[in-house]
């Protein structure tokens, strides 16, 4: 069992950056692929990124390549999303999510979810 709780988000201005965190308990948050989403209002959940138990493979949805960033510290249980250069169509609320095996980009697939932070951004 893995319980995962988000923070860092806030209201931003366009073109300001943020980083979201995600804090997970248990001892086997390194054997877990992490994702990223987001659910905008009236939307439906979109995967952002994904990153494997060791780090060393990453994935992003086409959307926002080259302007987030995700990253985990296992010795501290923690997942990043680094975002820069915000836009309001960035607004939503950000899920980290866990999963046992390779890291995928659809959100059935995962196992384990926060209750999300959220991210509003002004133009």
């Known amino acids: 069992q893995v319980q995962l709780v988000e923070s860092g988000g806030g209201l931003v201005q366009a073109g300001g950056s943020l980083r979201l965190s995600c804090a997970a308990s248990g001892r086997t948050f390194s054997s877990y692929a992490m994702g990223w989403f987001r659910q905008a209002p009236g939307k439906e959940r979109e995967f952002v990124a994904a990153i494997r138990w060791s780090g060393d493979i990453t994935t992003y949805a086409d959307s926002v390549k080259g302007r987030f960033t995700i990253s985990r510290d296992n010795a501290k249980n923690t997942v990043y999303l680094q975002i820069y250069n915000l836009t309001p169509e960035d607004t939503a609320v950000y899920f980290c999510?866990?999963?046992?095996?390779?890291?995928?980009?659809?959100?059935?697939?995962?196992?384990?979810w926060g209750q999300g932070t959220q991210v509003t951004v002004s133009s």
């Open positions: 999510a866990a999963r046992v095996g390779y890291p995928k980009n659809l959100a059935y697939e995962y196992d384990y």
